[in-house]
C-alpha cells in the first residue's frame, strides 16, 4: 500500500506491505459439546459426527477450512462421508472396525489425524417368545427381542434343545407333524451374536380343549391342563381341529 502525506509545501510518499497472518495451529473441536477431540473416536453404524476447527492465533489469515477423511479399505467412501460444514456421516453398513482417519486444512496448515472407529453394539441379552399356540400340521412364529434395540445383530439362530420328536424348527418357524408326542413338550432358545435367550417352553397335547396342569419339575402331567401365558409357557394342540388362531 502507498500512502501519500501533503501538508503545505511538505510531500513525502510511505510505502507498506501487508502480509498474511499466518495460522500457529488448528484443532479439531466437536461443534454439538463445543469440546476437543480425542484421538480416538468410536462411532456406530449410522452415526453423525460435527466437527469444527479452532484456529490460533484467532485473526489468523484464513479463507476457508477443508475437511478430509481417509481409510485405508477399497471404495471408503462408500461407508463414509463430510460435507463442507464438518459434518461426518457413516453408512449403515460401514464394516465393524473400519478405521477413519480425519484431519483439517487451511491455508497450508493441518490439524493432526484422528481416528473414528466403527464400533459394533453388542446384543446384551435376548427374549424369546412366541405369538399362537398350534396344532398338528400348523406352525408358529418365534420372534428373538434383543436388548439394547439398536444393536447390531449379525446372525439368530434358532434351536430345539430337548428330545422332541416329530417337532421341527426352520428358522424362526416351529411345526409339529403327526408325529409328535401328545402330553410332551418342546423347549426352544434362540442364539443372537453367540447370546443365548431364555429357554421358551411349548406343550404338546392331544386336544387343545383338553386341560393338563404341569408337574412341579415343569414337564407335563397327563390331568387337567390350561392356557399358561406366563413364565416362557404356551399350550400346543396336537390333533384338534381348532384352527390355529382360535
Not at 124 to 145: F, G, R
Amino acid at each position: 500500500i502507498t500512502v501519500t502525506v501533503a501538508i503545505g509545501d511538505y510531500l513525502r510518499t510511505f510505502s507498506y506491505t501487508i502480509g498474511a497472518i499466518p495460522i500457529e495451529s488448528m484443532t479439531l473441536y466437536n461443534a454439538e459439546t463445543q469440546t476437543e477431540l480425542d484421538s480416538t473416536i468410536s462411532l456406530t453404524r449410522g452415526g453423525i459426527l460435527k466437527v469444527s476447527a479452532v484456529i490460533n492465533p484467532v485473526n489468523a489469515s484464513l479463507k476457508e477450512v477443508s475437511y478430509n477423511i481417509f481409510a485405508d479399505i477399497p471404495n471408503y467412501g462408500r461407508y463414509v462421508s463430510i460435507d463442507s460444514n464438518g459434518t461426518l456421516k457413516i453408512s449403515d453398513n460401514a464394516p465393524f472396525g473400519m478405521e477413519i482417519f480425519l484431519s483439517a486444512t487451511a491455508m497450508h496448515k493441518s490439524t493432526g489425524s484422528y481416528k473414528i472407529v466403527v464400533e459394533q453394539i453388542p446384543v446384551e441379552s435376548v427374549m424369546l417368545t412366541s405369538e399362537y399356540s398350534y396344532i398338528e400340521n400348523a406352525i408358529i412364529s418365534l420372534e428373538a427381542y434383543v436388548y439394547p434395540e439398536k444393536a447390531d445383530i449379525e446372525s439368530t439362530t434358532y434351536k430345539i434343545v430337548n428330545e422332541a420328536p416329530g417337532v421341527f424348527i426352520s428358522g424362526n418357524r416351529l411345526f409339529a407333524s403327526n408325529n409328535a408326542v401328545a402330553d410332551s413338550y418342546v423347549e426352544v432358545v434362540a442364539v443372537v451374536n453367540g447370546v443365548q435367550s431364555n429357554k421358551l417352553v411349548i406343550y404338546i397335547v392331544e386336544d387343545i380343549s383338553d386341560t393338563v396342569l404341569p408337574s412341579d419339575d415343569e414337564t407335563p402331567a397327563t390331568d387337567e391342563f390350561e392356557y399358561i401365558t406366563s413364565d416362557n409357557r404356551q399350550v400346543v394342540g396336537k390333533n384338534s381341529e381348532q384352527g390355529a388362531n382360535d
